[in-house]
């Protein structure tokens, strides 16, 4: 992994289905995301039929408690879908406007389609952990990988990393992920973020449904290098994702929350931090409090622990106590060892 440990977090805008099956409101998305504070846009690449089947039995009915239940799978897909046909505009327009996109491809096709583009990165989903085909083939193109890991047990991560590291894939970086839509906060198990981290030697970050920012901005704090979540124009707004999506004030506001919370977290050291440095003479330290002649001897009652700290640091005074003066010491004269025998 190439070393990012002082790099910014990399903070993801998933369109998704967002577009609401219009390429205004994609482009649209585009811009905003960038307005807002975003390093990259992504987009989901893939048509019904090459993810699932045009059926209706049991098998193909969503009914696992979800915001879907009650249609297809086909029929979601066909909804999400961004169409193959937008691609083009879309990433023409995060090259406009500066700012990254790539995406995820659910099936060989996809990457075939998507390497036109010259993508960045590419994103496996959560639901294609287990798809090593698509693994492979993402591999071989030679560019970095951006894997969730919503559902994979830990041998099902490793089998995916050896898979793409075995066929070329440069760089990998994981996901923390809940596939849960919208997925509760206490089911976020941040904790696994530096685990993954540490466990496979990777970039590891947060694929985050839950609401709000409050769970992504802990995540920061965690370790957390890169933050994706779902962005949409408005939650008002009809679409199989906008019920877990962020706004963009809502977005803008979590970027600038991640931003402080790196801030925050800073750097291993203990040495005091300049504002520090000029609060260290307000602390204690050894005083003559009351007027003590030449040749008296230093009591509990005529030097003192106090503030400020121009003296002797405290923990010398079982030292001091006893010795005699070496000459006149004044109240508030600040202690120092050639101030007695």
């Known amino acids: 992994m190439s070393d990012r440990s002082n790099q ?17 409101t994609a482009l649209e998305l585009v811009r905003t995301a960038k307005n807002c504070g975003a390093d990259a846009v992504k987009i989901q690449t893939y048509t019904p039929d090459t993810i699932t089947l045009d059926c209706d039995n049991e098998h193909f009915q969503i009914r ?24 083009q505009a879309i990433f023409d327009e995060a090259r406009k406007v500066g700012i990254d996109c790539f995406s995820s491809p659910f099936d060989e096709t996809a990457v ?11 994103k496996i989903a959560s639901f294609e952990v287990i798809h090593h ?13 951006i894997l969730s890991t919503g559902m994979a047990s830990l041998l099902e991560i490793a089998e995916a990393v050896e898979i793409l590291g075995k066929n070329g894939c ?18 976020a198990n941040l904790a696994r973020i530096l685990h993954m981290a540490q466990t496979f030697n990777v970039r590891a970050g947060l694929s985050d449904h839950t609401s709000g920012s409050v769970v992504a901005v802990a995540a920061v704090a965690l370790g957390a290098k890169i933050i994706e979540k779902h962005f949409c124009l408005s939650r008002n707004e009809p679409g199989p994702d906008s019920a877990f999506s962020m706004e963009p004030c809502e977005f803008a506001e979590m970027v600038q929350a991640i931003r402080i919370a790196e801030k925050a977290v800073g750097q291993i050291t203990y040495d005091p931090t300049e504002r520090e440095a000029s609060e ?44 005699r003066a070496k000459r006149d010491l004044a109240k508030g004269t600040p202690l120092d060892w050639d101030s007695f025998e």
């Open 280 to 323: 260290i003479v307000y602390r204690r330290s050894l005083f003559v409090a009351e007027d003590i002649p030449l040749g008296d001897p230093l009591t509990d009652q005529n030097i003192r622990c106090i503030r400020p700290g121009n003296g002797m640091l405290p923990k010398y005074l079982p030292n001091v106590l006893g010795r």
């Open 133 to 145: 085909p698509l693994l492979k083939k993402v591999a071989e193109t030679g560019r970095p990988v």
């Open 8 to 24: 910014p977090c990399y903070i993801i805008a998933e369109i998704s289905a967002n577009h609401n099956g219009s390429i205004e």
């Open 64 to 87: 696992s408690g979800t915001i879907w239940d009650g249609t297809t799978l086909y029929k979601l897909y066909q909804e999400a879908q961004t169409p193959w046909e937008w691609h």
């Open 112 to 122: 075939d389609f998507l390497e036109r583009f010259d993508p960045p990165f590419y």
């Open 170 to 187: 440069p760089e990998i970086s994981l996901l923390k992920c809940t596939s849960a839509y919208p997925a509760p906060p206490e089911e």
